[in-house]
């Protein structure tokens, strides 16, 4: 069955820099689309960014955008997200999820906690 | 940009139905997505192009959409459909994706 971890979540220092991982399993990872959802706390979801199959294309969200990437190694069935000069504001539970063709988010991680400190 | 408006929340008894609307500019016009969220879990997809269920989704949940508004129907709620329901567009211009504020379902 789709399984989706994510891991690399913790404390980090406002401003300090994050790498998140998100291990594949269970589908042809090498032909689908991927992306970061965030939900910060007590708040709704948020779309953070996608990569295409083969990581020749993306895009992030307007509060994102320049400090954070999306990428991932298809030999490895992983997807990453490297954060950097994160703040207050990017507290938040972040999920990795399947695109589906449609452009809805079929399967979800469980989701990684990631909390910035001053 | 585009907006999508929903409740914050929504009551309703069990055994009858619930309507959780999600308005846009012309949203008919778009495909929809709704998603289904408990208290410390990750979402689960539960309608996805409007109208469509993923496989191992009840029949008891539906979706529609006309002019400016969405709407994601559950019939005959039960107590375990409480839950945080969000809805989801594509803007496939721009490559963003776009989720609603949410709505929480209350069973009575």
Redesign the interface.
Known sequence: QVQLVESGGGVVQTGGSLRLSCAASGFTFAVSPM?W?RQAPGK????VA?VSHDGS?D?Y?DSVRGRFTISRDNSRNTLFLQMNSVGGDDTAIY?CARH?D??????????TLVTFSS | SYVLTQPPSVSVAPGKTARITCGGDNIGRKSVHWYQQKPGQAPVEVIYSTTDRPSGIPERFSGSSSGNTAALTISRVEAGDEADYYCQVWDTIIYHWLFGGGTKLTVL
């Open positions: 992306h959802v709704g979801l948020e779309w996608f294309l895009s969200a999920y589906r449609e452009g809805s988010f079929d399967y979800w991680g469980q989701g």
